[in-house]
């Protein structure tokens, strides 16, 4: 129990187009989900916070222009890139939570985007 | 905010060693304590973990102490394998948003 998914797995863009990641909840409802991201020899960065039906909750840097974050029901939450430049290539990676104060989040496999 | 500092950032072992490593977290109101191992290219699995109710929590050859007072808490491998072999993580959270923050991880090497 307690699958994430993520997909695309791996996304190679142009310099200036949008990209959209999808987070899924497999078994679960996710009243709450988080976007990572990671760079290289890098740790996990909190990038952003999610809950259903509510604006997300952008971590002090984020550009919350650039990264559009909509969950719209209990097992989705996207994240789009929007003209996304060299310097966004990374691992993005998302994570779910049932909430209840159980603090154990379930991460999805990440995405790779690489920007041309 | 919470900031969570983790050491060493590397480690080498000799199989059938054990591996420590430590962290460090700055809000006392910070109640749950994961650990992860990520293999390159990978996402995060949760190896362990500890809430504040509990000083110690073990399970097989790993294991986690906490001192809530000290606000430190470390990882314990015993007998280690090349299979152990990853980049570890520590992280922090509250009751407070469930926001996990990540100590800067540590590159775990198990020499055969």
């Known amino acids: 129990g307690a699958v994430v998914s993520q997909h695309p797995s791996r996304v190679i863009c142009k310099s200036g187009t949008s990209v959209k990641i999808e987070c899924r909840s497999l078994d679960f409802q996710a009243t709450t989900m988080f976007w990572y991201r990671q760079f290289p020899k890098q740790s996990l960065m909190l990038m952003a916070t999610?809950?259903?039906?509510?604006?997300?909750?952008?971590e002090q840097g984020v550009e919350k222009d650039k990264f559009l974050i909509n969950h719209a029901s209990l097992t989705l939450s996207t994240l789009t890139v929007t003209s996304a430049h060299p310097e966004d290539s990374s691992f993005y990676i998302c994570s779910a939570t049932p909430g209840l104060n159980l603090n154990e989040q379930f991460f999805g496999p990440g995405t790779r985007l690489t920007v041309l | 905010g919470e900031n969570v500092e983790q050491h060493p950032s590397t480690l080498s072992v000799q199989e059938g060693d054990s591996a420590v490593i430590k962290c460090t977290y700055s809000d006392s109101a910070s109640n749950y304590f994961p650990w992860y191992k990520q293999e390159l290219g990978k996402r995060p699995q949760l190896i362990i973990d500890?809430?504040?109710?509990?000083g110690e929590k073990k399970d097989q050859r790993i294991a986690v102490t906490l001192n809530k007072t000290a606000k430190h808490f470390s990882l314990h491998i015993t007998e280690t394998q090349p299979e152990d072999s990853a980049v570890y993580f520590c992280a922090a959270s509250s009751v407070y948003g469930n926001k996990l923050v990540f100590g800067a991880g540590t590159i775990l090497r198990v020499k055969s």
């Open positions: 999610s809950n259903e039906g509510s604006k997300a909750t952008y």
């Open positions: 500890i809430r504040s109710n509990v």
